[in-house]
T-cell receptor
Framework: DTGVSQNPRHKITKRGQNVTFRCDPISEHNRLYWYRQTLGQGPEFLTY????????KSRLLSDRFSAERPKGSFSTLEIQRTEQGDSAMYLCASSSGTGGRDQPQHFGDGTRLSIL | GNSVTQMEGPVTLSEEAFLTINCTYT??????LFWYVQYPGEGLQLLLKATKADDKGSNKGFEATYRKETTSFHLEKGSVQVSDSAVYFCALISGAGSYQLTFGKGTKLSVIP
């Protein structure tokens, strides 16, 4: 169990640029989640995949945000035309496909996005 | 919609003191309840959970009981240690077919020797 891996750890970009983050889940986990966390707040849900299917999306996920998990393994989260308000920590989590929603979600260390 | 309210922090306690972190929730249906913890420099990890009313979750000396009548899931520990210093998040999953965790804002605990 190597844990959930996220890259890069920190991304600094200018407003208006596009950014892409990558998440590699724990290898046997078929469920993958994206959350966003701002300072002093708890994580907020963005989206959830079971294998390659995107099954839940938050209304927080505006049309500038897109997430993919093309082969049911790693996932990418892209933000187009970044805005100041996109500055946050982006967290990825994964969980086992057995046992339903009570299975613990294992979180990565996150990608911190800073918009200049 | 779903929401979680936690007591405001930060909380500072002396070693061996009793800890309570209050958590109340609003949810549709019958939620599953969780406490997650984030130690300094580490990612979020599950501390304990309870999936139905009157269940008690426990781990590492921490306990929380699912109270449906008061919609609460308070975290307790009888004797805290310096190593318990962390941010604690109460969370829930609710709604048919949903796997979405809804978190509280977190409570920072500092334990001093």
């Amino acid at each position: 169990d190597t844990g959930v891996s996220q890259n890069p750890r920190h991304k600094i970009t200018k407003r208006g640029q596009n950014v892409t983050f990558r998440c590699d889940p724990i290898s046997e986990h078929n469920r993958l989640y994206w959350y966003r966390q701002t300072l002093g707040q708890g994580p907020e849900f963005l989206t959830y995949f079971q294998n390659e299917a995107q099954l839940e999306k938050s209304r927080l996920l505006s049309d500038r945000f897109s997430a993919e998990r093309p082969k049911g393994s790693f996932s990418t989260l892209e933000i187009q035309r970044t805005e100041q308000g996109d500055s946050a920590m982006y967290l990825c989590a994964s969980s086992s496909g057995t046992g339903g929603r009570d299975q613990p979600q294992h979180f990565g260390d996150g990608t911190r996005l800073s918009i200049l | 919609g779903n929401s979680v309210t936690q007591m405001e922090g930060p909380v500072t306690l002396s070693e061996e003191a009793f800890l309570t972190i209050n958590c109340t929730y609003t949810a549709t249906g019958y939620p599953s309840l969780f406490w997650y913890v984030q130690y300094p420099g580490e990612g979020l990890q599950l501390l304990l959970k309870a999936t139905k009313a009157d269940d008690k979750g426990s781990n590492k000396g921490f306990e929380a009981t699912y109270r449906k009548e008061t919609t609460s899931f308070h975290l307790e520990k009888g004797s805290v240690q310096v190593s318990d210093s962390a941010v604690y998040f109460c969370a829930l999953i609710s709604g048919a077919g949903s796997y979405q965790l809804t978190f509280g804002k977190g409570t920072k605990l500092s334990v001093i020797p």
